[in-house]
């Protein structure tokens, strides 16, 4: 061997398009990491946000008073209720009441107390028990409560009363005690 060529590194013994093939493949799984990540991120957020806040049975009570109590939107007010319970709006009187007729009486009072504004409406006491399908959501506040049955929502609820809002439940019991 001459003299120096021992003392000199070897060359990479791996083409420029095998190194380009690897640089590629890690950058592709780096890249599909990333995605199953955010998408791990986004199905974990899309959870949480239907069975608390936005599309919870409590939310859906909390909107159906706002719109009703609060802001006498009784129109808003049918969509969160499921088909049966703006059907049993027809045997009140007078006879035949439509549910915007029927919540255009809707007052909301516990314990002597009118609720009419937001700040009221949020600071009710929701507690929830909840089961596949169906919840009851008691809201309390100066020593008395109601009481809401609701439903999860179905694509014929959506058929039958639209809501733009597109809750994930439905009031279907519970309203007498608002209506005066």
Request: charged share 20%.
């Amino acid at each position: 061997m001459p003299a120096g060529l021992g003392d000199h590194p070897v060359m990479p013994t791996t083409s420029p398009a095998t190194r380009g093939r690897r640089l590629v493949r890690r950058t592709l799984l780096v890249f599909a990491a990333t995605v199953a990540v955010a998408g791990g991120a986004f199905a974990v957020a899309a959870t949480d946000a239907h069975d608390h806040g936005f599309g919870s049975p409590d939310e859906t009570v909390r909107n159906f008073l706002l719109a009703t109590a609060v802001d006498g939107n009784s129109v808003q007010g049918c969509t969160y209720l499921t088909p049966r319970a703006v059907r049993a709006f027809r045997t009140l009187e007078p006879p035949h009441t439509t549910c915007d007729e029927a919540l255009t009486r809707v007052r909301l009072v516990l314990g002597g107390e009118s609720i009419d504004d937001e700040a009221a409406v949020k600071g009710l006491s929701y507690h929830v028990v909840q089961g596949p399908g169906r919840a009851r959501v008691s809201v309390s506040a100066h020593g008395s409560s109601l009481s809401f049955g609701l439903r999860r929502a179905t694509p014929e609820d959506e058929v039958a009363v639209p809501d733009p809002d597109r809750a994930s439940w439905r009031i279907d019991s519970g309203l007498d005690a608002l209506l005066s």
